[in-house]
């Protein structure tokens, strides 16, 4: 494992394990079999927090934990563009046998930002009622 990824007091890779209250998260199986899931925390259109879990091998590891610092304080649309090469530039090398594990983290990250953008374009009951409070009815 690289060290540099990891947590100097835990070690662990650096944004592993759930996030408490996250505005949104993706999960999914891939080819190889791994299991990665990732949440982002979303505050005024900016990712305030990433973290991820990751079933799969060292390289998912490392490319989750890559994508994740590479989103944190980006804006969704920004981060909605994270690709893979961008995740293998910034990452340790990985073998080229698992530059697949790239494709797969920059899938998961924008998967969670599509899964909050699907959410948050939908109107809440609570803003409907307050919009239905704010009207004022005609006398007719």
């Not at 989750?64 to 969704?76: D, G, H, I, K, P």
């Amino acid at each position: 494992m690289n060290y540099e990824l990891l947590a100097a007091a835990e070690g662990r890779p650096l944004n592993y394990g759930a996030l408490v209250r996250a505005s949104t998260s993706a999960q999914m199986v891939c080819d190889c079999g791994n299991t990665l899931q990732v949440w982002l925390k979303i505050r005024g259109g900016i990712i305030s927090n990433a973290s991820f879990v990751s079933n799969g091998c060292e390289d998912s590891v490392i490319c989750c934990s890559t994508a994740a610092r590479m989103v944190e304080n980006r804006r969704l649309e920004e981060a909605a563009e994270i690709t893979p090469e961008k995740i293998l530039a910034a990452a340790p090398p990985i073998a080229e046998t698992h530059h697949h594990c790239a494709q797969f983290a920059a899938d998961l990250i924008r998967q969670a930002i599509a899964a909050y953008s699907s959410k948050s374009a939908k109107v809440t009951l609570g803003q409907r009622i307050k919009k239905g409070f704010g009207k004022v009815k005609s006398d007719a």
